[in-house]
Structures are given as C-alpha cells and as structure tokens.
C-alpha cells in the first residue's frame, strides 16, 4: 500500500522527503511495525531508531508530533480526520508551538487501519502544502 502512494506522489525515499507522519499508534508494536512498513526504518531496526530519536519532533521524520492515537483517548472514526488535521496545522506552520516541526519539506504522510480479522482496511494518504 505504501509504495503505491509513492509511486502515485513520486516519493522515492520517504524518510527524507516527507516532512511528518502520522501513523496508526493503537499499540506500541503496531508503530513499530508501520515505521518499517512505511519505509521509514529498514526492517527489524524502528527501536533502534526511536531510541536514537529519529522520528522525535527535531529528528530525521518526525512521527505523530501530536501525541498520536493514544494521547487523544483513539476516537474510532474520527482518528483518521484528526491526522489529516495534524498534518495540515503542521505544513502550514500553525501547529501549537511545543508541537510545530521545523521543515522546508512540504509533504505530510498519514496512515490509519482499522476493521476484524477478514474485513481490515488500510489507508494512506499523503498530503502537500503546494497547490497544483
């Protein structure tokens, strides 16, 4: 899924090209597995990069700098509203200021999933502070 979003926005290395993300946190192993999944850490080493401090508010791809699904009590079918409202406070450089990221990179990316076992879905957008 991710690759497709790539491809469809010419992304090519997303760790570097995307200014945030906001990615579906439900449980700690779950954000784990999405950062790698998303390109953002080679597989098996996501832990090794938090620890590190990549994806803090001042790292390499800052990942939820809002707290994430947890902070926000995960309001099932609003969540997904809520990153795309993230996002955009941040690409527009009007996120509160203990939040606001500090880039010249344009692109937002969010991630959400949700359903039972058979009936999952998952979606991600990737969103521009560009019009055109």
């Given at each position: 899924v991710a690759s497709d979003a790539y491809a469809q926005c010419g992304i090519t290395d997303p760790r570097?090209?995307?200014?945030m993300a906001e990615v579906h946190d439900c449980f700690t192993p779950t954000e784990l597995v999405l950062m790698e999944d998303l390109g953002f850490a080679e597989r098996g080493t996501a832990w090794k990069e938090i620890q590190a401090?990549?994806?803090d508010l001042t790292g390499d791809l800052p990942v939820n700098p809002?707290?994430?699904l947890k902070s926000f009590g995960h309001?099932?079918?609003a969540s997904g509203l809520r990153m795309m409202f993230e996002?955009?406070?941040q690409l527009r450089r009007e996120?509160?200021?203990e939040r606001q990221i500090e880039t010249d990179?344009?692109?937002a990316l969010t991630h959400n999933l949700g359903g039972?076992?058979?009936?999952?879905?998952s979606f991600i957008s990737i969103l521009g502070a560009d019009v055109g």
């Open positions: 570097n090209q995307l200014a401090g990549a994806f809002d707290g994430g309001p099932v079918g996002a955009w406070l996120a509160p200021p990179r344009t692109l039972y076992p058979g009936e999952m879905v």
